[in-house]
Nanobody
Framework: QVHLVESGGGLVQAGGSQRLSCASS????????MGWFRQAPGNKREFVAV???????NYPDSVKGRFTISRDNGRNTVYLQMNSLKPEDTGVYYC???????????????????WGQGTQVTVSS
């Protein structure tokens, strides 16, 4: 079992920045693809960013150029740097993990095995 704990959420003004962190309990963290998803009230959980175990990244068009995912294998942590935030970025942000060595990236919720409890991000206009 892998436990994921997100942190760094809160209230930010539109145009501002915020960095989320996700700490993993996995002993072989470097072998996991790590993803970020978000869910606004009444909406489905949607893909935000992913980083493969080898460092390949992928983003949807809605956040491309504004969000950056990175990982620190020495700290068992994945980060999501969010810049130029918009009110529509508001939601609960979830970290997810899937055991997968190599460059494969995953963008669907069903492809992940482990999830964190989520952290709220609210962007005010």
């Amino acid at each position: 079992q892998v436990h994921l704990v997100e942190s760094g959420g809160g209230l930010v003004q539109a145009g501002g920045s915020q960095r989320l962190s996700c700490a993993s309990s996995a002993r072989t963290f470097s072998a996991y693809a790590m993803g970020w998803f978000r869910q606004a009230p009444g909406n489905k959980r949607e893909f935000v960013a992913v980083i493969s175990s080898s460092g390949t990244t992928n983003y949807p068009d809605s956040v491309k150029g504004r969000f950056t995912i990175s990982r620190d294998n020495g700290r068992n942590t994945v980060y999501l740097q969010m810049n130029s935030l918009k009110p529509e970025d508001t939601g609960v942000y979830y970290c997810a993990a899937r055991y997968s060595r190599g460059s494969s990236v995953y963008t669907s919720t069903g492809e992940y095995d482990y999830w964190g409890q989520g952290t709220q991000v609210t962007v005010s206009s």
